[in-house]
């Protein structure tokens, strides 16, 4: 039987745990979670976006429903647990439900703290916590005018930020003279309250709520002066207190927090805690980069996987609020065995400090420009010494430059965290780089989640991709797909499969396409995504077809068409050739020419005799028009010619029967040659092979086209089966990687050739690619044929209507 | 101006396009995907590409020759490119769903 673990707090904390356990040992063990919220794992830390209308309620979902459903957890939201049996090894919720386990996570997070003042139990005096707070604020905008948040620290400021948006009148009360001052010096702090004013904020700083007053609603607050301040809403943002109510009653060992090891262990076997109730060396965090660093390291240890356990974080903050940037981290108060560099800008409002001790950079304060905020706490948490160059920490100097992003990127260890709202490390940033093909901070995002909630690594996340490619290797300018949308392919590509889109519509909703309906660029590329991510469930959306795509011919530039049969391998017979000639005279074809693939192209067709053509030709389509498999060009080979080493002919038909129809990001083309002499010129063509004493060679990425590009040689097969073989696997990882529209000429300079061959190495990589590209094929019909056959379709081929004048005038 | 039958409502398909041909006029017929139809010439302004061709999104196309897009409700060709093309008003029974076009008679002798 499998080990049964129960995770109590369907947060941010214990949910990533359990990703990671999930990742290190997927089948390890039964899993249960119980959450007082009824919602699924969402980022909190978005809820001040949520609040400042920059994000839906939707948006926010980390792990949606179907997520616990695919790895069998059983989730029970709207639970509280109030109750362990240590002894028994179970756990109960106040709605009567047990459970056993036999490893317990307590990652209940925390409360807010609410000031224990007269009337704080008033209607309408809220904390800023989780969904619900967030909903009741936002219906109070509705209603009320007058807000006051109590509270000028990060949260307060997001949750003031965010009622301004809501067209509410917004006093922060502050009982410290300076805004932040847990993260910021009195320099910083002061900018902040100048270009917060600027936005519309108002302060109201040394001053300390005695009362809250009103009938049953809050009309207001009375401070410890005497002075009063009107308000229809107070929210509280004083501070968090870890949540241990639960671990208190059943006898485990708390402080401020529940107190933990270095390995996550409470005072009782068996029973782990993470997270913001958690207690680690004396420090309860309450930011979550620190959070996600104990979930790693519980969820290496309970899947049985060797670790160091947890040493302590350095934290830095940001604040989300648009228009102010501000950024704090380590030790950044001045202190007397302490020295500072500073610069300072009141024209440009920009304010710099690095605190310095013992020749460490141990904190810093940026305002205005935090650029530099994630070299600078890269250097702090490397512990670099900088004695003796102090200033180029800050200044740069010439000749000796402060090191680059990039440099200390390479110092940074693998499993070091970049973006640490999300736990990514490094190594998971590089790998994504290396083998997914990512080139922006855009599709890295979408790949692995860094930078994807408050920003702040952003810049780290451009060191490190120009460490891996080099400055010419990235992609600056964020180039999204289309004017539509600012997401790259691979974005895309990835929010499509991971949130099961398979329909257009779907794709432009939810990622808020700026035209409802795209435009010719994405439609046609949207179809061809969603068919290669979900070849079953996706339906063809013939109106997002190209014209050629759509008729199944090439649309000529009088309006007229070109209709080019199937012709496997170039091989043709008497019989097929005489058909066509009879079809070419019946129909009064005005051009009949050998096209550049060894096939006959009949041009100058009017789009109303193509069904009637391709049923009298009763052949598959040649696919001439389409971003599919073109053509097989092949050499007599073995057959006839004296050079021949191997059947040429039959290894191309072959090859053609088995990927013609394939949709594909672009044409492709292919080519077979009996011997290195070539003639079929399998060397530009996408696919290439050429026969050899015993065997063959597979070029690939090559193109005869727009821009001349030999092929790269990807490897020598011996037998026929293997070129199969390895082409499916190709082709399937074209698909699946290549922009839609890119030949794999352009393709292969993109990713590089080390990739492509390191992603069909292995057998069973090839084997998996083979898997999927067969289940496609499977389902593709021969498009004339559907045509001729369906009345709907075929209809659409003559005019609805046709009128003479005569007949009307 | 004349009022003409071209066909029925469901004769064309979502984000798809039927030709009528009346005289020496073709006219494309829309269907956008709020159900409701729009007629223009099939003619591009640009090198006379079939508009009926076209990728239809929201009140537009895009012409398949060369890519301008064109309002469906005016006929104007949308920035960077410039033109318009004619446009026709569509008369949809609403009991029916029989359709018709309004066109004016020197349209349809020569065009
Ligand atoms: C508005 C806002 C903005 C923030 N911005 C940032 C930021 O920019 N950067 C940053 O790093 N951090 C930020 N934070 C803090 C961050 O969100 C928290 O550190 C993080 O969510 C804590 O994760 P957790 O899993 O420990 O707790 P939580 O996410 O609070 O999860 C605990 C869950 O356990 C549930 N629970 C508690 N007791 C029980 C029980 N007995 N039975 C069942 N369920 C229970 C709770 O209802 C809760 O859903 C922000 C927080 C807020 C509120
Ligand atoms: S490539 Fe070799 S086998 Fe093929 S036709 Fe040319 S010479 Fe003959
Ligand atoms: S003919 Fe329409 S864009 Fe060129």
């Known amino acids: 039987m499998k080990k049964k673990i129960v995770l109590v707090g369907n947060g941010m904390a214990g949910v990533s745990c359990i990703e990671q356990l999930l990742k290190l040992a997927p089948n390890r063990y039964e899993i249960t979670i119980f959450g007082s919220e009824p919602h699924p794992n969402y980022n909190r830390i978005l809820l001040s976006s949520v609040l400042a209308g920059d994000a839906g309620m939707n948006d926010i979902v980390m792990n949606d429903w179907s997520w616990y459903e695919e790895h069998n957890i059983t989730l029970h939201t709207g639970h509280t647990v109030t109750h362990i049996d240590k002894e028994r090894k179970t756990v109960r919720t106040d709605m009567g439900i047990t459970a056993e386990y036999d490893e317990l996570i307590l990652a209940t997070g925390s409360l807010p703290f609410m000031l224990p003042l007269p009337g704080a139990d008033k209607e309408g005096v809220i904390a800023f916590r989780d969904i619900k707070d967030c909903k009741a604020m936002m219906e109070a905008a509705k209603t009320y005018k007058k807000a006051v948040v109590i509270g000028g620290g990060l949260l307060g400021l997001e949750a003031a930020r965010g009622l301004l948006n809501l067209h509410m009148d917004v006093s922060v009360v502050h009982i410290n003279e300076y805004l932040m001052n847990l993260q910021l010096d009195r320099t910083a702090s002061h900018m902040l309250q100048l270009e917060l004013e600027k936005q519309g904020m108002k302060f109201l700083l040394k001053k300390n709520t005695e009362t809250i007053l009103g009938k049953k609603r809050v009309s207001g607050l009375r401070f410890t002066d005497g002075s009063e301040v009107e308000a229809d809403l107070v929210v509280m943002a004083v501070g968090i207190r870890p949540n241990v109510a639960l671990a208190k009653s059943s006898g485990i060992a708390i402080n401020r927090g529940i107190v933990v090891n270095d390995y996550l262990e409470t005072s009782v076997p068996g029973i782990y805690s993470i997270g913001e109730c958690a207690e680690h060396r004396g420090v309860a965090y309450g930011l979550v980069a620190p959070l996600y660093e104990q979930g790693a390291v519980l969820a290496k240890r309970l899947a049985g996987v060797e670790t160091a356990g947890y040493q302590g974080s350095v934290v830095s903050t940001k604040l989300k609020v648009s228009g102010v940037d501000v950024f704090s981290a380590g030790e950044y108060a001045d202190k007397p065995e302490t020295r500072a560099v500073r610069v300072q800008d009141d024209f440009e409002g920009i304010y710099k400090k690095v605190v310095i001790r013992d020749g460490k950079i141990i904190g810093a304060v940026l305002f205005g420009d935090i650029s530099d905020g994630s070299r600078l706490f890269a250097m702090i948490r490397n512990g670099e010494d900088v004695t003796g160059k102090e200033k180029t920490v800050l200044l740069g100097e010439s000749g000796t430059p402060a090191k680059s992003g990039a440099e200390l990127i390479a110092a940074m260890s693998d499993d070091e965290v970049v973006c640490g709202c999300n736990g990514v490390s490094k190594g998971a940033i590089v790998q994504a780089i290396q083998e997914k093909g990512c080139s922006s901070v855009g599709e890295i995002k979408a790949c692995t989640k860094a930078s994807a909630s408050c920003g702040g690594c952003k810049p780290l996340v451009a060191d490190v991709l120009t460490y891996v490619l080099g400055a010419e290797g990235v992609k600056t300018v964020k180039e999204g797909m289309c004017g539509c949308t600012p997401l790259g392919r691979d974005e895309v590509v990835e929010s499509i499969r991971s949130m099961r889109l398979t329909t257009s519509k779907e794709v432009m909703n939810v990622l808020e396409w700026s035209n409802p309906e795209g435009c010719s660029k994405c439609r046609p590329a949207l179809n061809y995504y969603l068919g290669m991510v979900w070849p079953e469930e996706h339906a063809d959306e013939r109106e997002s077809r190209f014209v050629n795509e759509r008729n199944h011919a090439n649309i000529q530039k009088d309006g007229t068409y070109s209709v080019v049969p199937r012709m496997y391998g170039g091989v043709t017979t008497p019989k097929d050739l005489k058909r066509i000639a009879e079809i070419a005279e019946k129909y009064e074809v005005p051009l009949v020419k050998m096209t550049g693939g060894q096939r006959i192209d009949l041009l100058g067709i009017k789009k109303e005799d193509l069904p009637g053509m391709w049923a009298d030709l009763d052949m598959p389509s040649g696919y001439a028009y389409g971003k599919s498999l073109r053509t097989v060009k092949t050499c007599v080979g073995s057959t006839f010619c004296r050079f021949g080493t191997q059947d040429a002919m039959g290894m191309g038909i072959q090859l053609e029967k088995k990927f013609e129809r394939l949709n594909t990001p672009a044409k492709v083309k292919m080519a077979v040659s009996g011997c290195p002499r070539n003639c079929a010129e399998a060397t530009i063509k996408d696919f290439g092979v050429v026969a050899i004493d015993g065997g063959w060679e597979l070029h690939i990425g090559g193109n005869g086209g727009t821009k001349l590009r030999g092929t790269d040689l990807l490897c020598k097969v011996k037998t026929e089966e293997e070129v199969l073989e390895w082409s499916g696997a190709f082709l399937q990882y074209y698909r699946e990687t290549g922009k839609y529209n890119e030949r794999t000429a352009e393709w292969i300079e993109r990713i590089g050739l080390e990739q492509v061959k390191a992603a069909l190495a292995a057998k069973e990589d090839r084997d998996a690619l083979n898997g999927r590209i067969d289940k496609t094929l499977d389902l593709m019909k021969d498009p004339w044929k559907e045509i001729i056959e369906q009345q709907e379709l075929r209809q659409t081929f003559v005019p609805m209507e046709e009128q003479s004048a005569e007949s009307i005038i | ?111």
């Open chain 2, 1 to 111: 101006m004349k009022r003409i039958h071209v066909g029925h409502v469901t004769e064309i398909g979502e984000k798809r396009s039927r030709v009528v041909r009346v005289g020496a006029l073709e006219i494309a017929m829309f269907k956008l995907s709020d159900g409701s139809i729009k007629a223009i010439e099939n003619r591009c302004p640009h090198k006379a590409g079939k508009l009926s061709e076209g990728i239809v999104c929201d009140h537009h196309v895009f012409c398949p020759l060369h890519d301008w897009k064109i309002d469906l409700h005016n006929g104007v060709v949308q920035a960077p490119d410039e033109g318009c093309v004619a446009s026709f008003r569509v008369e949809k029974d609403e009991a029916s769903g029989e359709l018709y076009v309004h066109i004016e008679e020197e349209k349809i002798l020569a065009s």
